[in-house]
C-alpha cells in the first residue's frame, strides 16, 4: 500500500507522496490559454493537509506576444486554479522561463493537476520548450 510515509533511522521516504512531469503537453497558439503540463496524483493517498505543487516553464513568445501568464490550476483549462503568476512582461521571440507555487487544501483522490499557459497579444504560436510540475501529497 502507498499510503505509508515510510521510516528508519536516516531518513524520510517520500517517494510515493511525490508525482512530477517534465513532458511538454503543447505550446500556446495565439492568446488561448493552453495546457502545457499534466500530472495526476496516485490513487490510494491518505492526504491530511494538502498537495504542494510547483511548476516551471521556458518558453520563446511568438509574434507581437508582450506577457505571458502561467497558472496552476485543477482538472484542466476551466478548473479551479491553484496559483497563478499574473500577466509578466515576455518579449517575442526571447527565451524566457518563469515559475509559480501554491497549495491545495481541498484535493480529491487521484487529482489531476496542468499547468496553464496564456500569452497576451499573441498572434502566433509561441514555443514551449521546457517543463516542470511537481506536486507533493502532505
Known amino acids: 500500500m502507498t499510503d505509508v510515509i515510510s521510516l528508519n533511522g536516516r531518513v524520510i521516504d517520500l517517494s510515493d507522496r511525490l508525482t512530477k512531469t517534465t513532458a511538454v503537453a503543447a505550446s500556446p497558439a495565439a492568446a488561448a490559454e493552453t495546457v502545457i503540463g499534466t500530472l495526476t496524483l496516485p490513487s490510494g ?3 491530511v493537509e494538502g498537495i504542494y505543487l510547483w511548476g516551471w516553464a521556458a518558453w520563446t513568445v511568438g509574434t507581437s506576444g508582450d506577457g505571458v501568464n502561467l497558472k496552476i490550476r485543477q482538472t484542466g483549462t476551466s478548473g479551479t486554479t491553484i496559483a497563478a503568476t499574473g500577466l509578466v512582461t515576455s518579449t517575442a521571440a526571447n527565451l524566457d522561463s518563469r515559475s509559480v507555487a501554491g497549495f491545495d487544501a481541498s484535493p480529491v483522490g487521484a487529482q489531476v493537476y496542468v499547468l496553464t499557459m496564456t500569452v497576451h497579444s499573441g498572434a502566433a504560436e509561441s514555443t ?7 506536486a507533493l501529497a502532505v
Do not use: K
Open 45 to 47: 493517498l491518505t492526504i
Open 128 to 134: 514551449v520548450s521546457a517543463v516542470s510540475l511537481i
